[in-house]
């Protein structure tokens, strides 16, 4: 059984004896930073459906990070954040293959939501810290792969996130497709 399955079957044992009021402060903040960092994977994986290979190196300027970089990057914010539960430094390795950076990133950001969800104490900060820090940070170079598909010329197409399909259990590259494309799109490729 998982630690999940048994944090479940703990919390439906004391609902049946009547002594659950709902998820403490602390467990709403635990799921509201789960789902950020799904909200995140998801983010990053529409931001990168459908690039174009040549988009892994693409340098809108000198000095501005490549969408391979950017990710090697967002890999070592997430590692960061978890130095919070588990102490120790964080340096994303290099990948040459932009696929396998990305697919590292996620197996980060995936093992800091489970120190999230089994309740590792955080060292030295607080949820509302990782929040405004290290998540927001990441999630604000998700925008930018996004920024970074219109500079280089494929832009990323719109939508309602509010309707999203993230799960707080899928923090893999393997995201759903829009739930609720923009039907009108007047920026978007001629054709």
């Known amino acids: 059984m998982t630690a999940r399955s048994r944090k479940i079957c703990s919390v439906l044992e004391q609902w049946v004896l009547g002594l659950y009021d709902g998820p403490t402060e602390m467990g ?10 799904a909200a995140l994977a998801y983010r990053t994986q529409k931001a990168l459906r459908g690039a174009p290979a040549e988009f892994a ?63 590792t104490k955080l060292r030295d900060v607080t949820p509302k810290i990782l929040l405004q820090g290290p998540f ?30 993230i799960k707080s259990t899928n923090l893999s590259p393997d995201q759903p497709l829009p739930a609720r494309p923009d039907e009108v799109w007047p920026e978007g490729p001629e054709g």
Do not use: C, W
């Open 28 to 37: 709403q903040k635990q799921t509201l930073l789960h789902h950020f960092l």
């Open 57 to 119: 190196s693409f340098r809108a300027a000198s000095k501005v990070r490549t969408p391979h970089e950017l990710i090697r990057h967002m890999d070592d914010v997430l590692g960061y954040s978890r130095t919070f539960f588990i102490g120790g430094s964080y340096r994303a390795p290099e990948f040459p293959d932009f696929q396998a950076a990305v697919a590292h990133f996620h197996e980060t950001l995936a093992d800091v939501a489970r120190h999230i969800e089994l309740e």
């Open 136 to 165: 927001s940070d990441a999630m604000t170079h998700a925008g930018q792969l996004a920024l970074l598909r219109r500079l280089a010329g494929s832009p990323v197409p719109p939508e309602n996130f509010v309707f999203a399909d």
